[in-house]
């Protein structure tokens, strides 16, 4: 009974924020699509892993922000399981972030280092405080470019309404989605849905392909919160993996 009991009150829950965001009708900005523009941060432990995950040596612990599949598990291959495994025993050197290379998509955009989000009517632009990380996002109907990798993917937008949709690809294989080490090959392939649902709110959705890494595609979404103070700004975080100073580099 108490089961039933929690399953209809997440399920009206559910129901009573999807209608509350149906009915919310966001700013316009100056190109005329609803308003984006801001300092956006993530409040969970998805840096960490985007799986359900129990605290560990620089992760904290924290809840999947997987909804598809409903068991909020990545639905890897099985014969790659054994290189997640080996990612996260050596997570402190193998992880590319800690040696200051660009995040990738969608990391950075739930890492613990705010965005900032500029836009106009044929391009979007995606600022991390992150290492001086950059994302142009072209608003444009042309396909990917041929033959190439980027860090940063390259990345073809469209509005469908008041969502942002976001087309990346042409992916390298180097970037990790967590600092647990789950990865992807070059064929990934990230959809990004980007919705303001309240004044200080974007839902931000990925839905991430790789025929090479998983058996199906697989969605997680999660709220961005907007940062009121009107003096808000990013601030510079440089990556010094390479000074001495660290110390990590010369740490056994």
Known sequence: MKLRVAVWTIAASLVTQTAWAQAYKAPRAGDGHADLEGIWQARNT???SVEAHGASWGIRAGASVIVDPADGKIPYKPEML?????NFKNREKA?????????????VMYMPYPVQI????AQIEIASEFGHTIR???????????????WMPDSRAKWEGDTLVIDNGNFNAETWLDASGNFHSEKLRVIERLTRTADDVITYEATITDPDVYTRPWTIRMPLYRDRDPNAQLYEYECHVYLEDEG????K
């Open 46 to 48: 998805a840096y960490g």
């Open 82 to 86: 054994a290189k997640r495994e080996e």
């Open 95 to 107: 992880d590319p972030v800690n040696k200051c290379f660009l995040p990738g998509v969608p990391r």
């Open 118 to 121: 500029f836009q106009t009517l």
């Open 136 to 150: 142009h996002i072209y608003v444009s109907n042309k396909g990917h470019y041929g033959e190439a990798e980027f």
């Open 248 to 251: 990590k580099l010369t740490r």
